[in-house]
């Protein structure tokens, strides 16, 4: 398969002989240390072995991503700063998105029984959640036919990006049945999206961060 070229910072491609290149065991250690650093200082409530088991996750995660998210026929920036952060198109991102999910059901408790009332009217937010959750298989078929992983790293960047505007606009915990169960199921899919597409792309889902 055709793939583009590894790009450094300087936008000149990364060449052996000249010794600009870095070693996987180096890059996956500052990458671990540096997403160790950024879960941190964002949740101080994990505990030491907890931290480390994430920031291995997320970590090698997010050199995983770096490279899967682009078109593998295009050339691409080898940034690790940019590849380990919390926000942006970055697998730490994903990560946290499937986390910040998670703790949303763990808080809501009683979510097991929850079931969806198709006669409740969406409220626009819900209605984009539900059809980007509807276009998971159909971005799965492109992926197989195309060869092209970026296809399913985008899309699971847009369904966290979509999630958040629910969120931000659509009480889950506080709203009145039946709209409550129907939140809490949008809920529960876009984390076991979240968690499987990340898994086909070779990356854990962390449920806390």
């Not at 671990?32 to 090698?60: C, F, H, M, Y």
């Given at each position: 398969?055709?793939?583009g070229t ?101 808080k809501a ?58 969120y931000d ?41």
């Open positions: 398969m055709a793939y590894i790009l450094g910072p300087d936008g000149k491609p990364l060449e052996t002989r000249a010794g600009g290149t870095v070693r996987l065991r180096d890059l996956l250690d500052a990458a671990v240390a540096r997403v160790r650093d950024v879960v941190a200082e964002k949740n101080s409530e994990l505990t030491p072995d907890e931290l480390d088991t994430v920031a291995e996750q997320a970590g090698i995660g997010a050199v995983k991503y770096a490279d899967l998210s682009t078109s593998r026929v295009k050339d691409y920036t080898f940034d690790p700063v940019r590849m380990t952060a919390l926000n942006g198109n970055t697998g730490v991102y994903l990560q946290y998105a499937h986390a910040r999910v998670c703790s949303i059901l763990r408790a009683d979510t097991t029984h929850a079931t969806v009332d198709p006669g409740v009217a969406l409220e626009p937010a819900e209605r984009a959640l539900a059809l980007t959750l509807d276009a998971y298989g159909t971005v799965l078929d492109e992926v197989a036919e195309s060869l092209e992983p970026h296809r399913l790293a985008g899309y699971l960047y847009e369904l966290a990006r979509v999630f958040t505007t629910f606009s659509c009480q889950v915990r506080t709203a009145s049945e039946p709209v409550r169960s129907n939140r809490i199921v949008l809920c529960g899919l876009t984390a076991a999206t979240l968690e499987r597409g990340l898994g086909q792309l070779g990356i854990a889902a962390p449920q806390r961060m």
